[in-house]
């Protein structure tokens, strides 16, 4: 599906970084839903999948950086690669997997940054965007 700069105004604003304990970024990635056509491109799997494999053990020792609290989806895969840390800019407009994440030793840190805050609430109450956040989190818009 190609997409035009039309379709912009729709792109979700969630970003994530894979950090190494050097302090190296060793990936990026952010939500392509729109982008993609994607159900499984939210920031966090993308910045996965575009760091491809890597040896063993490397995931363990990385923190994850997102833009907002990772779903259940992004959640279990944090999970199930034994990232020690996840960092979330904010949850005021969505809360996933957070008690998840904690209860299998996650640490997880929230920076609870204003401006992040106030952007993704704006994008989400938008005309463009109240319709791709719901599908993004497995929600129904109601008219
Ligand atoms: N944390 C997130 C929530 C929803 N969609 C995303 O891509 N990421």
């Known amino acids: ?8 105004p729709k792109y979700m604003k969630i970003g ?6 050097t302090g190296d970024v060793l990936s990026r990635g952010h939500n392509k839903r729109v982008q ?3 159900n499984i491109r939210h920031g966090e799997t993308d910045a996965l999948e575009n760091l491809g494999r890597v040896r063993e053990g490397l995931l363990r020792e990385c ?7 990772p779903c259940i989806m992004c959640s279990g895969t944090c999970v199930l690669y034994k990232f020690p840390t996840v960092v979330l800019a904010e949850n005021e407009n969505f809360v996933g997997g957070e008690d998840f994440l904690r209860s299998q030793g996650v640490e997880v840190v929230n920076l609870k940054d204003e401006g992040i805050t106030q952007m993704m609430a704006e994008w989400i109450a938008s005309e463009a965007g ?3 956040w719901n599908e993004d989190i497995g929600e129904v818009t109601q008219a």
């Open 1 to 8: 599906m190609p997409v035009t700069p039309a379709d912009y």
């Open 16 to 21: 994530c970084i894979v950090h190494a304990p």
């Open 63 to 69: 923190i994850m950086f997102t833009t907002l609290s």
């Open 36 to 38: 993609e056509n994607s």
């Open 130 to 132: 109240r319709k791709i």
